[in-house]
């Protein structure tokens, strides 16, 4: 690659997140996210390689900058979460009202070194002992099928809490059909929030 062609991609990586930056700022109105600089080269080994931000960097502009804040630094101050549950609840408010995940595809995008399936279980135990709900949306956590899945430790459409997470999801926008499934697409598109803003 040429040194052309890579001051005119990082040219174009600069402006795009600048738009970005600018989008997000105008519509967080109490406070405004810190954004870190991301660097549009990196270096991996010996040599540096250029690269574009990735969009999936940016937080949904759906999401309350108030809110995000004061719960990052709930998160960051709680005595005894793990890393791995503080990351997963930073990646968790990524998730905007009026949309839903699967445990799956939250534990697919942490990537355990473990299974898959423990990953989804150790997914779903953060979800049953999230101390900052509904604040940190676990509600907003479906199984693979779309149905309700587990809510506070009770698991189904017969669930204890099953009534409850459903009022939530349908109070934010979700909309669920005749067998109890939500409709939509499975938010995939996650963020630790904690790389975003500064608490």
């Given at each position: ?13 600069s ?58 630094r ?11 549950r503080?990351q997963?609840?930073r ?47 676990c509600?907003?956590v479906l ?42 697409e ?6 630790d929030?904690?790389?975003v803003?500064?608490?």
């Amino acid at each position: 690659m040429n040194t052309r062609s890579i001051t005119t991609s990082t040219a174009t990586a600069s402006t795009s997140g600048k738009d970005n930056i600018l989008r997000a700022s105008t519509r967080a109105k109490i406070t405004k996210p810190n954004l870190k600089s991301r660097p549009t080269t990196s270096k991996t080994t010996s040599r540096s390689s250029t690269t574009t931000p990735n969009p999936q960097h940016q937080p949904s502009p759906h999401l309350d900058p108030t809110l995000i804040t004061k719960s990052l630094r709930r998160i960051a101050s709680h005595p005894t979460l793990t890393p791995f549950r503080r990351q997963v609840y930073r990646t968790l408010l990524s998730v905007p009202p009026g949309r839903w995940t699967t445990y799956s595809a939250l534990s697919a995008h942490l990537g355990s070194s473990g299974s898959s399936s423990s990953c989804a279980r150790a997914i779903g135990n953060a979800m049953r002992d999230n101390p900052f709900a509904p604040d940190v949306p676990c509600h907003r956590v479906l199984a693979t099928d779309r149905t309700i899945g587990g809510y506070r430790g009770a698991w189904g459409q017969g669930g204890e809490y099953a009534v409850e997470k459903t009022k939530l999801l349908v109070g934010e926008g979700v909309v669920f059909d005749e067998r109890g499934r939500a409709r939509g697409e499975c938010f995939t598109e996650f963020v630790d929030l904690g790389e975003v803003y500064q608490v």
